[in-house]
DNA sequence: GTCTATAATGAGATAGAC
DNA sequence: GTCTATCTCATTATAGAC
């Protein structure tokens, strides 16, 4: 996590110009092929030589920017994590988990990474624990701050913002591997508006759709 | 799904007489082992060695009983499967749920199972991959069943029964997840009753707890 | 039925040439 | 920066002795 330079300072990076050094593309090119190669076959059953072919390298061409396979993991979480940080802090109001399920519909991709991560963080010392341990604390609390903010203690429906911010989270997450597994099965921002719609004790919409 | 014979035939089994035969006691025991290190580590993490070590037996004794990995997990899955199958038909009534997820929450190794199995489904042409398919197509079919005979072709909240089949199929899943990662986050059976409540269009208790 | 020995593979990682 | 060659290790699986 302290490799992780956003914007490194120029006196850092030696001699280069304007624009992005070319280490850094090369760099941001094997993240996303990580992330490509991670999110298909999840972090165990991913090969450094998958990845590296994906980019036109030899597996030893790419250890040479990064040092092993988890190195490569944690950057691509790093990575992902200012996306995330983003996101969440997006969730001023409940309407945009909404919003947020209806951009994962176009990121298979992303959804994959974080499904299968999450599950695999579960198993030993999977290097994807603290990143998805973390990541759950922030969500649900983010969540329940939103919704003391718009209902005080309790929503209309009974719930109390931790109750509601635990339910979203996990229909987020099921629904996900609901979708992964048959994207027709379910529509995740209709259902997602729905839960909220229903825990914030919405009266029954008479004619839906 | 052939070999499967949960009381062979006397004959077949050559002299041995009343009581289980040796043979599917060992079986037996291979089969919980399996279990539990596949729930461990997940189905691809798991190495026949660790499996073989949990019933006091060499990797190649094991193999004597299982022709390989897969057929391994196959028939882990092939006796979950009965298992499951009564406890679908058991979700006879909403309510039935809550029930489900307290007994859960006293075999985390069976919903480590099931979690890990269900997101390693995804990757390739993994061998659960059938399995999980047909599993969540069963579960949202039975709830939905459940829930239309119950309500009709609307529930009070507004849903849908399948739209709130997949929700609370999705909170389940979702909620096993939280709860596997960290137990005292989320009280399982408390919120899918409340989900339960609300989707129903139960009105708010008062005084919860 | 269980073991020892042993392929056969596949993966992560290192050393050093270009 | 990228490659070839190589090492090491874990794992699945087979062959055959007891």
Redesign the interface.
């Known amino acids: 996590m302290s490799e992780q330079e956003p914007t490194p300072p120029p006196e850092a990076l030696g001699r280069r110009g304007r624009g992005r050094p070319r280490a850094t593309r090369r760099r941001d090119q094997i993240l996303d092929a990580a992330l490509a190669e991670f999110a298909?076959?999840?972090f165990?059953?991913a090969s450094l030589a998958a990845v590296a072919r994906r980019v036109g390298l030899s597996q030893q061409g790419l250890l040479h920017h990064f040092p092993g396979k988890e190195a490569l993991l944690i950057a691509v979480l790093a990575r992902r994590d200012e996306v995330d940080v983003r996101e969440l802090d997006g969730l001023g109001e409940t309407a945009a988990l909404t919003g947020l399920a209806e951009r994962n519909t176009r990121r298979p991709e992303v959804v994959?990474l974080h499904?299968?991560l999450?599950?695999?963080?579960?198993?030993?010392d999977h290097p994807a624990s603290a990143y998805?341990?973390d990541r759950?604390a922030r969500v649900?609390d983010r969540l329940a701050h939103t919704l003391r903010a718009e209902h005080g203690d309790?929503l209309?429906?009974?719930?109390t913002p931790d109750?509601a911010a635990?339910?979203l989270?996990?229909?987020?997450?099921?629904?996900q591997?609901?979708w992964?597994?048959?994207p027709d099965?379910?529509d995740m921002p209709?259902?997602v508006g729905?839960?909220t719609?229903?825990?914030r004790?919405a009266?029954?919409?008479p004619a839906?759709h």
């Open positions: 298909e076959s999840g165990q059953g994959r499904t299968l999450t599950a695999e963080g579960l198993t030993g998805v341990r759950y649900r309790r209309p429906s009974g719930a109750q635990a339910l989270t996990a229909a987020m997450d099921g629904l591997l609901q992964l597994y048959d099965s379910v209709d259902l729905l839960l719609d229903v825990l004790g009266p029954p919409d839906p």
